[in-house]
Structure formats: C-alpha cells, structure tokens
C-alpha cells in the first residue's frame, strides 16, 4: 500500500506522506510512488516546484520504516539503494523541492529534510538524527550537514542523537527559516507562490549549476557558473524578457519549451 498521495496546483506538485499512526515514516513501497511521481514530474510543463509534506502536526517523518529491517534479513544496502536513489532524483529534479516540516522529524526524515533545495520548519519542531542508536553508521548526512553546519555541530547531531527545535535549526542554517506552527502553511505558500513564477528554465540552471559548484574551488564554482550564465544570455529568451520587462514595468511572460 502506497502512504502518500500526489497532487498538482498552480505549477506546484505537493507529496504528501499519509502515515500518522507511524509518525508518517516512508515504507519502501512508498518511497518507490515517491521516485517514480519526482521522475514523471522531471517532463511535466505544469510543475515548476515540489512540496515535500506530511498529514497531521505530529511528524513531517520518523524516517524509513524499522519494521522492515528483519523482513530483509537486516540488509543495509536494501534500504540505503533506494534512499540514495530518491536523494538523487531529487537533486537532479530541475526544479525547486521544499520540505514543509513539522512536529518529529528524524533519520531518513532528517536527510529528506536536508535533500530538499529549501525547508520550513515550525519553530517548535524535533529534528535529529538517531541512527548511532539503531547501530548505523550514517552516510547520507555528514557530507551535506558539515557543508551546512559545520564540523562540530555534526559530531553532536550524529554522535549524540539528540534533537534540535526548529528554531535551533534556523539558528544554525539547517533549514532555510522557521516560523510559528500556525503560520507555517502561510509560510510555504508565499514561498511556492514566489518560485513558480521564476523562469523555469533559469531557475533548473541555477539549481544544477549550484549543486555542480559545491565539488569545485571558489574560482572554479565562479568560471562554471559565468558559462552557463553568459550561454544562457545568448540563447534563451529569459534574460530579453526579463530586462524588457523590468524596463516596461510588467511581469515578464516565460515561454516554456
């Protein structure tokens, strides 16, 4: 049985993860619904952002499902193949993702929440990361947590398990802002409101060419990012539009292709 549910509405595409008596933690068969949605929303014109999101106030997400691991005779790499596959669709999405997060969010949770381009958080949110508890050696977190918070505050988070409130993790740059649980929703849709009516195409370019930058030097990162911005001013309509736009004082009319 699939626990989420997928829609689409005003260019956005909203994935909702419907397990509140798990504390919406994602089961195979549903993470496997996640990835095949993301990959089909990769060529679909009407969808320009996606929101990760989760049923109730409880959890955003307790992370993978436990139960499974003896159904698969405690195989790690069962369960790490398909994380890293929906990490990587994701990153590859061409398209903003934003994790609306709320009430218990851990493990794989915890990497959803920092995969995602941006995260709202309610300021009074549990995220942590407790693999060192079930015995795991955590790999999918340290190389983007030491780029977001550092050295030492990812020993503490990985070492000792311990949670963080929302606003701590605003406070650190773990998520991109927290706000009161009650202005939460306000929050995110002012945020998708403003991402879809960007360029799709600009905003794909600097999605992959940010990304691309973080495994390269400064000057590096810089001579990548002027390529693709000086190919793009030549070849795509978007910067004509803009700058016309901005000159005449009206919104500027995308063209998708």
Not at 41 to 63: H, I, N
Not at 65 to 78: A, G
Not at 139 to 148: C, D, G, K, V
Request: charged share 30%; glycine share 6%; aromatic share 6%.
């Amino acid at each position: 049985m699939v626990n989420a549910t997928f829609t689409v509405e005003n260019h956005a595409a909203y994935v909702t993860i419907e397990r509140e008596d798990k504390l919406n933690a994602v089961d195979s068969e549903t993470k496997r619904a996640i990835i095949d949605e993301l990959d089909a929303y990769k060529t679909d014109d009407a969808v320009r952002a996606v929101v990760l999101q989760s049923a109730g106030d409880k959890a955003f997400s307790a992370g993978g499902d436990v139960k499974e691991i003896p159904e698969v005779d405690y195989s790690l790499q069962y369960f790490t193949e398909s994380w890293d596959e929906l990490f990587t669709t994701m990153r590859n999405l061409g398209m903003p993702t934003i994790a609306k997060v709320d009430g218990i969010t851990l493990g794989g949770g915890f990497d959803l929440l920092l995969r995602s381009d941006f995260v709202i958080a309610a300021d009074n949110a549990h995220i942590g990361q407790p693999e060192v508890d079930l015995g795991i050696v955590n790999h999918f977190s340290p190389p983007m947590l030491l780029q977001q918070v550092g050295l030492r505050k990812t020993f503490e988070l990985l070492m000792t398990g311990e949670t963080i409130s929302g606003a701590e993790a605003a406070d650190i740059g773990l998520v991109t802002r927290s706000v009161p649980r009650d202005q939460l929703d306000e929050e995110v849709d002012g945020l998708v409101e403003t991402l879809v009516n960007k360029s799709p195409r600009i905003i794909k370019k600097l999605k992959d060419g940010i990304y691309a930058s973080t495994n390269m030097t400064p000057d590096a990162a810089e001579r990548h990012l002027e390529r693709i911005s000086l190919e793009s001013a030549r070849n795509d309509p978007d910067y004509r539009e803009g700058v016309d736009a901005h000159l005449n004082d009206r919104d500027p009319e995308w063209v998708v292709e």
